[in-house]
């Protein structure tokens, strides 16, 4: 929770500067499509995001965002083998079922290379990047009872529900559509690259994992427009 921690106070260092220095603000929020990439734990579910964004001048912006999406569901089959030759079977397989929840944040800079963050007629083109924090659950359901102290379960997978957390750079590109004074619609793609991988059983697979990846649309409003 420390990194959570961290984010909310550069976000109210943001609030404080933004006040001080007449920095612009927009408040945004969309729907979002979130794909996991990671080959033994692969799903799609929908989401939402809240982004609040600071605009310093008309090509730079910080961004602050936070989202939720439903449970992901994946499915695989594991393989239990004896510890000891005496054992019978030997080996057998079961199906795992398995759901994962993500809740992530994420604070970056937001840099436009056609248009501004202000710009009323036609689109506005913007890449940004970042540092996230995916907060996630991950449960198991096993289909067969495993005594573990006869066998062991491929990958020492476990039954059950457990937390993790990931670090990620988070790699975005996106466009903006004026729709009237203040109010714009964009649609972007997002791409979370995991940089940690602490261990967890839980989860199928530890490295580089969960590599998520999201297209979004939404709604942007600018709060403090020049008049």
Same mark, same amino acid.
């Given at each position: 929770m420390r990194s959570l921690r961290n984010i909310f106070s550069l976000l109210t260092l943001f609030c404080c500067a933004g006040t001080q220095a007449q920095v612009k603000f927009s408040l945004a929020t969309d729907l979002s499509i979130l794909h996991n990439f990671d080959g033994k734990q692969k799903f799609t579910v929908a989401g939402? #995001?809240?982004?609040?964004?600071?605009? @310093?001048?008309?090509? #730079?912006?910080?961004?602050?965002? @936070?989202?939720?999406?439903? +449970?992901?569901?994946?499915?695989?089959?594991?393989?239990?083998?004896?510890? &000891?030759?005496? #054992?019978?079977?030997?080996?057998?397989? @079961?199906?795992?079922? &398995?759901?994962?929840?993500?809740?992530?944040? &994420?604070?970056?800079?937001?840099?436009? @290379?056609i248009g501004s963050y202000e710009k009323l007629e036609d689109f506005s083109f913007y890449g940004a990047a970042g540092f996230g924090l995916i907060i996630g659950t991950a449960s198991n359901i096993f289909s067969s009872i495993v005594d573990t102290s006869l066998y062991t379960i491929q990958n020492n997978v476990v039954d059950g529900s457990g937390d993790f957390k990931r670090l990620t750079l988070d790699v975005i590109a996106g466009f903006d559509f004026p729709v009237s004074y203040e109010v714009f619609i964009y649609t972007e793609a997002r791409?979370? /690259?995991?940089? #940690?991988?602490?261990?967890? +059983?839980?989860?199928?697979? +530890? &490295?580089?994992?969960?590599?998520?990846?999201?297209?979004?649309?939404? /709604?942007? /409003?600018?709060f403090n427009a020049d008049p």
């Open positions: 939402q #995001t809240v982004i609040p964004q600071w605009h @310093f001048d008309k090509k #730079t912006s910080v961004y602050a965002w @936070f989202s939720y999406h439903a +449970n992901g569901k994946y499915k695989s089959t594991l393989m239990a083998t004896a510890k &000891s030759p005496s #054992t019978q079977p030997q080996s057998f397989s @079961f199906t795992n079922n &398995s759901e994962m929840r993500l809740r992530q944040a &994420s604070l970056g800079v937001k840099k436009y @290379f791409l979370h /690259i995991p940089t #940690t991988n602490y261990p967890n +059983n839980y989860l199928l697979k +530890n &490295s580089n994992a969960p590599l998520l990846g999201g297209i979004n649309l939404g /709604i942007r /409003i600018l």
